[in-house]
């Protein structure tokens, strides 16, 4: 799917002083999951993607939208068609973690500067070409195992996707949890598409847990975690910050009652202390998505496309500085600016990379949010 873009802009005060070289367009392809099992991640990502300006600093900005349809195989063939037909300067891909792992190689192997909107565990050269906007693993699993601290819990069960996103939380929580006196398992798997978890619920279940936490993404978060309670469990259960949107709360209802999410602060900006450097990030991208989608339809996942272009239009006017849209040496400046700005405020943090931190964030992007009367409420900020 091809999305052409007749959009108003928005107003964005950026210059591009200094700059010699002529005016050129800037291409910036984009890979979601508008369609398929993780639409519920790649729907506001392709919504969000469609509220872009389209002007920088005096210069047209062409955004290419593709369809990766929650499947990583498609992925791969969108980026080889953004980078070869397109030559686009930016990559902004990955809904689900196996598409970003797909999307890095890609990228790296091009020397394409790629925005992920997935954690993924990209290292060497992929590492180098590879940003993500969602918070890091490690961040968001010391959030978890505080509050399990906090609260005398010392054992903690595991469900999660059988995939990269399942396996590369299982490796943050081996890192830090002797850190909170915490024992992992046992650990039990599932499919993106398995319509029933009942053997790994009864499992669970069985040895008896302090806490169990759900790894896994969009609406299939809500089954786990519904298994579970219908089954008898009466623990604390958790999920990760894959799982916080409208669909989880429609789909889990009572069942995820009083369950803990981590999460960014994003899906509940109205309730961050004013001082939050995210509060005013979060209103200003709440009122432009809601205006075309209605009340209620943020999600935190379009947040991080918004933190994409928040990351590229800070880095756009340097990267102009030295070179023109359109070469090598335009994309390998915009990625060593990407690494280098300081202090970008998006929807979800603040971002401050470093050759060997590609997430940038720190504590600012992370809250932790309960689910009470059917809604998320913010209990640790």
Same mark, same amino acid.
């Given at each position: 799917?091809?999305?052409?873009?007749s959009?108003?802009?928005?107003?964005i005060?950026?210059?591009?002083?200094?700059?010699?070289a002529?005016?050129?367009?800037?291409?910036?392809?984009?890979?979601?999951?508008?369609?398929?099992?993780?639409?519920?991640?790649?729907?506001?990502?392709?919504?969000?993607?469609?509220?872009m300006?389209?002007?920088?600093?005096?210069?047209?900005?062409?955004?290419?939208?593709?369809?990766?349809?929650?499947?990583p195989?498609?992925?791969?063939?969108?980026?080889? &068609? #953004? %980078?070869?037909?397109?030559?686009?300067?930016? /990559?902004?891909?990955? !809904?689900i973690? =196996? *598409? @970003? +792992?797909?999307?890095?190689?890609?990228?790296?192997?091009?020397?394409?500067?790629?925005?992920?909107?997935?954690?993924?565990?990209?290292?060497?050269?992929?590492?180098?070409?590879?940003?993500?906007?969602?918070?890091?693993?490690?961040?968001?699993?010391?959030?978890?195992?505080?509050?399990?601290?906090?609260?005398?819990?010392?054992?903690?069960?595991?469900?999660?996707?059988?995939?990269?996103?399942?396996?590369?939380?299982?490796?943050?929580?081996?890192?830090?949890?002797?850190?909170?006196?915490?024992?992992?398992?046992?650990?039990?798997?599932?499919?993106?598409?398995?319509?029933?978890?009942?053997?790994?619920?009864? &499992? #669970? %279940?069985?040895?008896?847990?302090?806490?169990? /936490?759900v790894?896994? !993404?969009?609406? =299939? *978060? @809500? +089954?786990?975690?519904?298994?579970?309670?219908e089954?008898?469990?009466?623990?604390?259960?958790?999920?990760?910050?894959?799982?916080p949107?409208?669909?989880?709360?429609?789909?889990?209802?009572?069942?995820?009652?009083?369950?803990?999410?981590?999460?960014?602060?994003?899906?509940?900006?109205?309730?961050?202390?004013?001082?939050?450097?995210?509060?005013?990030?979060?209103?200003?991208?709440?009122?432009?998505?809601?205006?075309?989608?209605?009340?209620?339809?943020?999600?935190?996942?379009?947040?991080?496309?918004?933190?994409?272009?928040?990351?590229?239009?800070?880095?756009?006017?340097?990267?102009?500085?030295?070179?023109?849209?359109?070469?090598?040496?335009?994309?390998?400046?915009?990625?060593?600016?990407?690494?280098?700005?300081?202090?970008?405020?998006?929807?979800?943090?603040?971002?401050?990379?470093?050759?060997?931190?590609?997430?940038?964030?720190?504590?600012?992007?992370r809250?932790?949010?309960?689910?009470?009367?059917?809604?998320?409420?913010?209990?640790?900020?």
């Amino acid at each position: 799917m091809k999305t052409k873009l007749s959009i108003k802009p928005l107003v964005i005060a950026l210059s591009l002083i200094g700059s010699g070289a002529a005016l050129a367009d800037i291409n910036i392809g984009v890979s979601v999951s508008a369609t398929g099992s993780a639409a519920v991640l790649g729907g506001p990502e392709k919504n969000t993607a469609e509220l872009m300006p389209t002007s920088i600093g005096g210069e047209k900005v062409n955004w290419i939208i593709l369809d990766e349809a929650s499947d990583p195989t498609a992925t791969v063939k969108n980026v080889a &068609k #953004l %980078i070869n037909e397109h030559k686009v300067d930016l /990559l902004i891909a990955g !809904s689900i973690t =196996p *598409a @970003a +792992m797909a999307a890095a190689g890609a990228a790296a192997e091009s020397k394409t500067p790629l925005i992920a909107l997935a954690p993924n565990p990209a290292d060497g050269e992929k590492l180098k070409w590879t940003f993500t906007t969602p918070q890091n693993f490690a961040l968001m699993a010391e959030g978890i195992l505080e509050h399990m601290k906090a609260n005398n819990q010392k054992t903690l069960g595991f469900i999660g996707f059988a995939d990269g996103y399942g396996e590369t939380w299982i490796k943050a929580l081996d890192a830090v949890k002797a850190k909170y006196g915490v024992t992992v398992g046992p650990i039990e798997r599932f499919q993106r598409t398995d319509t029933s978890v009942t053997g790994q619920a009864v &499992k #669970l %279940i069985a040895a008896k847990p302090d806490a169990i /936490l759900v790894v896994a !993404s969009g609406a =299939p *978060a @809500a +089954m786990p975690h519904s298994t579970l309670v219908e089954r008898g469990y009466k623990g604390q259960i958790y999920q990760t910050h894959g799982a916080p949107s409208p669909a989880f709360l429609k789909i889990g209802g009572k069942n995820v009652e009083g369950g803990i999410l981590v999460a960014g602060p994003l899906i509940e900006w109205e309730q961050l202390s004013d001082s939050h450097p995210s509060k005013k990030a979060g209103a200003e991208y709440a009122k432009l998505y809601e205006g075309k989608h209605g009340a209620g339809s943020l999600s935190s996942f379009g947040g991080h496309v918004w933190d994409a272009w928040a990351l590229a239009s800070r880095a756009i006017p340097a990267a102009k500085k030295k070179a023109k849209p359109g070469t090598a040496e335009f994309r390998a400046a915009l990625r060593d600016a990407i690494e280098s700005e300081k202090d970008v405020v998006g929807v979800h943090g603040v971002f401050n990379m470093s050759p060997t931190d590609h997430s940038g964030h720190d504590r600012r992007a992370r809250v932790l949010l309960q689910v009470q009367n059917g809604a998320f409420k913010v209990i640790s900020k």
